[in-house]
T-cell receptor
Framework: GNSVTQMEGPVTLSEEAFLTINCTYTATGYPSLFWYVQYPGEGLQLLLKATKADDKGSNKGFEATYRKETTSFHLEKGSVQVSDSAVYFCARYSGAGSYQLTFGKGTKLSVIP | NAGVTQTPKFQVLKTGQSMTLQCAQDMNHEYMSWYRQDPGMGLRLIHYSVGAGITDQGEVPNGYNVSRSTTEDFPLRLLSAAPSQTSVYFC????????????FGQGTRLTVV
């Protein structure tokens, strides 16, 4: 089926460290791919997206590149801040014409000063 | 901009009680969805609607009911609450084009005792 697998946390980093959160998807078609972020006590909000192979989504210093050859969409940031502490979800639509966003299980990131 | 508004934010129910979780959006979005978020499970789709008068089941619909009488509102009804329905519920909306971002409400934390 159509699924998303992301690395499970929690992940704890020191401020200014490099962040990578891995995400892979099942290769059914060429889905749009998303990273959502959930700050404590809030709903999910879109962090970045990519709609086709080799696209790079970026926002707030975060980047992710749509890699068709490895079916991956890894999230990276060069220097994390305490304010980046949140839960990050990788997501895709379930297929052509689908209305369902399929989410990974989420990765909790804690950044310590 | 209000975006997607969910009420209430917190609710405690006794087993067997019924209640309605409210969701309203002011962006004139066609698609609306309800998800539940459980630890280690990511978000799972309960029901969705592609327009007023049209609803369909998602991945985990049992025990829930929905209706869509207007574009703005998409209430979720728990018919007879069970402890297994203890969760955080999120409503989301988006435009009708496949690659568009979904906007989420801030969530309703429901506890069934």
């Amino acid at each position: 089926g159509n699924s998303v697998t992301q690395m499970e946390g929690p992940v704890t980093l020191s401020e200014e460290a490099f962040l990578t959160i891995n995400c892979t998807y099942t290769a059914t078609g060429y889905p749009s791919l998303f990273w959502y972020v959930q700050y404590p006590g809030e709903g999910l909000q879109l962090l970045l997206k990519a709609t086709k192979a080799d696209d790079k989504g970026s926002n707030k210093g975060f980047e992710a590149t749509y890699r068709k050859e490895t079916t991956s969409f890894h999230l990276e940031k060069g220097s994390v801040q305490v304010s980046d502490s949140a839960v990050y979800f990788c997501a895709r639509y379930s297929g052509a014409g689908s209305y369902q966003l399929t989410f990974g299980k989420g990765t909790k990131l804690s950044v310590i000063p | 901009n209000a975006g997607v508004t969910q009420t209430p934010k917190f609710q405690v129910l006794k087993t067997g009680q019924s209640m309605t979780l409210q969701c309203a959006q002011d962006m004139n979005h066609e698609y609306m969805s309800w998800y539940r978020q459980d630890p280690g499970m990511g978000l799972r789709l309960i029901h969705y609607s592609v327009g007023a008068g049209i609803t369909d089941q998602g991945e985990v619909p049992n025990g829930y009911n929905v209706s869509r009488s207007t574009t703005e509102d998409f209430p979720l009804r728990l018919l007879s609450a069970a402890p297994s329905q203890t969760s955080v519920y999120f409503c989301a909306s988006r435009q009708g084009v496949l690659n568009t971002e979904a906007f989420f409400g801030q969530g309703t934390r429901l506890t069934v005792v």
